[in-house]
């Protein structure tokens, strides 16, 4: 398997996510959405992606296919998953990590926006 993260880093964290949802859902339903001559980036749940978050999800079906040696269509289930797997560990290292003390300041803010004796004044 190619290096996606590595691949993807110099991408914004959001065209990242969204390409990532696009070639998931390509690599899950494949052989349904050529059936039945569906375009993987219209989703009734979802508005329209831009091109650049496109451009990025074809792209990464196209790195996969040629990792492959093989259409997406023609991958078995085990190396769809393999590939979904590895989309869904380097989504989850995006963005970024706090600090001990981010993470203070994060919790003592919300436990002020839950104490009822808190007064907003201007």
């Not at 590595?6 to 949802?21: C, G, H, L, P, W």
């Not at 494949?30 to 508005?47: G, M, N, T, V």
Request: with cysteine; glycine share 2%; net charge negative.
């Amino acid at each position: 398997m190619f290096d996606l993260k590595k691949f993807v880093e110099n991408q914004t964290d959001s065209d990242v996510i969204n390409a990532f949802y696009y070639v998931a859902r390509y690599l899950k339903q494949a052989e349904h959405i050529l059936k039945e001559y569906k375009d993987i980036f219209e989703d009734e749940d979802r508005s329209s992606p831009s091109i650049e978050v496109r451009k990025l999800a074809n792209l990464i079906i196209s790195k996969i296919e040629n990792d492959e040696g093989m259409s997406v269509l023609h991958l078995e289930d085990t190396k769809c998953m393999a590939w979904i797997s590895l989309i869904t560990e380097v989504e989850q290292s995006i963005g970024p990590e706090f600090t001990p003390e981010e993470i203070e300041v994060g919790s003592k803010v919300l436990r002020n926006l839950e104490d009822p004796k808190l007064v907003f004044t201007k």
